[in-house]
């Protein structure tokens, strides 16, 4: 684990929400929802994935069930310590991701996939233990529905930009994007407000909140 993942991983989502909408950075994915009750905070690289909307493209078609053909090419990259990042528009109509590619995440060390649409074979993800962050659930196959678009390229998501050299931290109050590039800054601001929050509930515990500019 690196220095910074293991840094970040210290604050909830909210902190760092916090922390980046002081330096006024956009950061958080709105929308996504932790498919498991009690599955933790996740803290990994950005594996950036975009996949296109298109009817019924021969290239992506695959008999059945199992792995479509647009999915492969993110299974065959994904690494230990990475978080899989998919954007397919916020598509509630057809899920890129079920209890197979989950089941090959784990035994990569993924730390968790979060999908910019749907989810399917929840029960399987839930009962191995792997975390997800999806819009909703849909049992509906995606390869009739989407194509390949692109991976380790820059994607936005609600004006949100995220890059392979971006780190996602998410929890079940949401998921946030941190920007490598600030993020031994973003490290030390966040590590303020946390004391700052810890102060403040040890006056909130003992009532004696008197003034909160001067905490």
């Not at 298109?54 to 999915?71: C, I």
């Not at 839930?126 to 995606?142: D, F, H, M, N, Q």
């Not at 936005?156 to 995220?162: L, Q, T, Y």
């Amino acid at each position: 684990m690196s220095a910074l993942i293991h840094q970040l991983s210290a604050f909830p989502t909210s902190v760092l929400s916090d922390t980046l909408d002081e330096l006024g950075i956009p950061g958080v994915l709105p929308g996504l929802f932790a498919q498991r009750q009690g599955q933790g905070r996740a803290v990994g690289r950005a594996l950036p994935v975009k996949l296109l909307a298109k009817k019924n493209d021969p290239d992506a078609y695959r008999f059945g069930g199992g792995v479509g053909k647009p999915l492969e090419a993110v299974l065959k990259t994904m690494a230990d310590g990475d978080i899989v990042l998919m954007d397919l528009g916020g598509a509630n109509y057809a899920s890129a991701w079920g209890g197979l590619a989950s089941r090959l995440a784990q035994r990569r060390g993924v730390r968790a996939t979060i999908m910019w649409g749907t989810v399917r074979d929840v029960d399987e993800i839930r009962e191995i233990g792997y975390p997800v962050w999806a819009v909703g659930v849909c049992p509906k196959r995606s390869r009739n529905d989407f194509t390949f678009g692109s991976i380790n390229e820059t994607i936005e998501i609600g004006g949100v930009s995220i890059s392979r050299e971006d780190y996602i931290v998410a929890d079940e109050s949401g998921v946030m994007v941190i920007p490598g590039a600030r993020a031994k800054e973003i490290v030390e601001i966040a590590t303020r407000i946390a004391a700052q929050e810890e102060e403040l509930l040890a006056m909130v515990r003992t009532d004696s909140v008197k003034n909160w500019d001067e905490v």
